[in-house]
């Protein structure tokens, strides 16, 4: 099985291109569904957020081609995106997923926002049949890592997101935000994780909307203190964006909700006092010629980054612990999967033993006459006792040979044996799901105890 790894993201993109790449959530399943049924496509699982699309997929060969999906599922021409792309293979997939999901490739490195993202992504494929044997270990072994940077590094040590970065953002423009009134439009985990940080820096008048009023109502009601969100609701969206000095904005719209004629609206309102818009939606929330305005300034995603580059000064040691310890974990599943690879060798060299066990123990019994159930039950202990004795050494051999991918050791023992099950490719390190037999032997269950 081959793995292939295929995205666009806030390095290799620009948010114009981003936002028309990116697939919303409720249209996740259908497109997973789609791609699985391209020719030598097993598996799949996309990941979509404001900073990344990527298509995970098991494939049955190194030929298979997912490009082709990307363009015409989402209509755009090649030639525009293919400068964009990036593709990983094999064990340089697994090492970016496992990086993605512990935030090492984040614009906030360190951000705890990405992890979360990714088990959604998981859910949606899974959910939708397109996550099953291939890629379930893969994405287990990611979420492990991801935890295992989390508890012993500290990459994690300080909350950052990219909500603190716009609010970090809005502190560089105003030198304080005491006095001031910020609108939040979206109620979603990125909208009140900025509100947490907006009345730590001293925000006085935090006002929220949400296309569901209850949602919005909800996150209102988990803030406790002086200053708790009100809610606005949907319809009163323009009358109380005229009201506040920072829009902060992060919805699912599928086109820009704040546009030219309504920012000009809101400086006639205002009478021209200036008003700043951070939006940190994918696809944008805000119409970019807003900034035309005099009056009016815009920051989207990508103008967080200038920000964001600081906190990465500041984490470069902790991210440094973080890289070594994703390059431990990917050798780990790569190790794991070679022996997995030869858990069917194995399981046909125990299968093997044991025939030969059986038929020397049945004309052994026509010798011995009629035992007692106590005797019989001595002999076949004593017979399995053998057998495990001496396939022990065969057995440690064949995985010792798998984990240093020795391809002439492992034929040698299967011709010796005359197994039927084929010598594992080493080169493409499959991903395959373990039977209750394998797993059985990679515990070293069965094996004689010293």
């Known amino acids: 099985m081959n793995l292939i790894l295929l995205g666009i993201n806030h390095k290799t993109a620009p948010i114009e291109l ?7 959530k409720d249209g996740l399943a259908d497109a997973a569904r789609t791609l699985t ?4 496509v097993r598996e799949a699982m996309i990941l979509s957020t404001c ?28 030639a525009m995106l293919k400068p964009h792309l990036y593709e990983y293979r094999d064990r340089e997939a697994v090492r970016h997923l496992f990086r993605v999901a512990a935030s090492l ?29 291939q890629l379930e270990p893969l994405l287990q072994s990611a979420f492990a890592a991801a935890k295992k940077v989390r508890s012993e590094t500290e990459i994690g040590s ?24 910020v609108f939040l439009v979206g109620a979603g985990k990125m909208s009140e994780l900025a509100a947490r940080h907006l009345v730590a820096q001293g925000a006085s008048t935090i006002l929220v909307t949400n296309r569901t009023l209850e949602r919005a109502e909800r996150m209102a009601e988990r803030f406790t203190g002086s200053v708790v969100p009100k809610v606005v609701p949907w319809d009163e969206l323009y009358e109380a964006a005229a009201q506040a000095d920072i829009v902060i904005s992060s919805t699912g719209a599928p086109y820009p909700i704040f546009r030219k004629e309504h920012a000009q609206q809101f400086l006639h309102k205002r009478k021209n006092r200036p008003m700043f818009f951070i939006d940190i939606a994918l696809p944008r929330d805000v119409e970019p010629e807003i900034n035309n305005l005099e009056g009016i300034f815009l920051y989207d995603i990508d103008d967080l980054q200038a920000v964001a580059a600081s906190h990465m000064e500041e984490r ?8 070594a310890l994703i390059a431990q974990e990917v050798e780990r599943f790569q190790q794991k999967q070679k022996t997995v690879n030869i858990a069917p060798m194995i399981v046909g060299l125990q299968h093997r033993a044991e025939d030969l066990r059986q038929a020397e123990l049945k004309r052994a019994q026509a010798r011995l006459g009629n035992l007692t159930p106590e005797q019989m039950a001595a002999v076949e202990a004593m017979s399995r006792s053998l057998v495990n004795k001496f396939l022990h050494p065969t057995m440690q051999a064949l995985k010792q040979a798998a984990r240093e991918s020795d391809v002439a050791r492992i034929e040698g023992i299967r011709e010796t044996w005359s197994l039927m099950a084929e010598v594992p490719h080493f080169e493409q390190d499959a991903v395959r799901d373990e039977t209750p037999a394998e797993k059985a032997v990679a515990a070293g269950i069965g094996k004689e105890k010293a």
Do not use: C, W
């Open 18 to 24: 981003r936002e028309q790449v990116a697939i919303p």
């Open 37 to 40: 049924l391209n020719h030598g």
């Open 51 to 78: 900073n990344r699309v990527e298509i995970l997929t098991a494939a049955d060969g190194p030929d298979v081609d997912i490009r082709d999906f990307l363009h015409n599922h989402l209509a755009i021409d090649p």
């Open 105 to 133: 490739d984040s614009m906030v490195v360190g951000e705890p926002q990405i992890l979360g993202q990714v088990k959604e992504a998981y859910s949606v494929a899974r959910e939708a049949g397109t996550v099953q044997s």
């Open 158 to 181: 300080t909350t950052v997101s990219i909500a603190s970065v716009a609010v970090d953002l809005a502190m560089k423009i105003f030198g304080s935000l005491a006095g001031k009134k």
């Open 316 to 323: 470069s040691r902790e991210a440094a612990d973080a890289e």
